[in-house]
């Protein structure tokens, strides 16, 4: 192989693709490091769905947890004692945090996918 050709490349990390420096896995003999490769592929999109589920998990407490501090403060509100821009405050900060809330449980939609069957066999089409 020239110097310069394209497949003439080395990942540089040793864990991932055992490949000599000076070889890749084009070259003969370089079996078992194309294998390695395949294998690492699976594992790491297992990881990264586990982790992309693990964060949507994550999201939707968060916004759960924002929905139900909406819901308690906004009956303590209007049942309490507050008025006029002191109460339009109260309401304010009450509805940011219920649109939060919504943003936060659109993102963990976004993020739900957790099982990686599906992306799997929609990438092996």
Not at 58 to 87: C, H
């Amino acid at each position: 192989m020239a110097s310069g050709s394209y497949f003439n490349f080395v990942i540089p990390c040793d864990k991932y693709l055992p490949i000599p420096e000076n070889k890749t896995f084009w070259d003969e003999g370089q079996y078992d490091a194309t294998v390695k490769r395949l294998e690492n592929g699976k594992r790491s999109l297992d990881d990264f769905l586990l982790m992309v589920g693990e964060r949507a998990a994550i999201e939707r407490r968060y916004a759960d947890k924002l929905q139900s501090w909406y819901k308690k403060w906004s009956v303590a509100v209007k049942q309490g004692p507050e008025f006029g821009e002191i109460e339009d405050i109260w309401q304010s900060i009450l509805t940011e945090g219920r649109k939060i809330a919504d943003i936060h449980f659109k993102i963990s939609s976004g993020l739900g996918i957790t099982h990686s069957e599906g992306i799997q066999k929609s990438i092996h089409k």
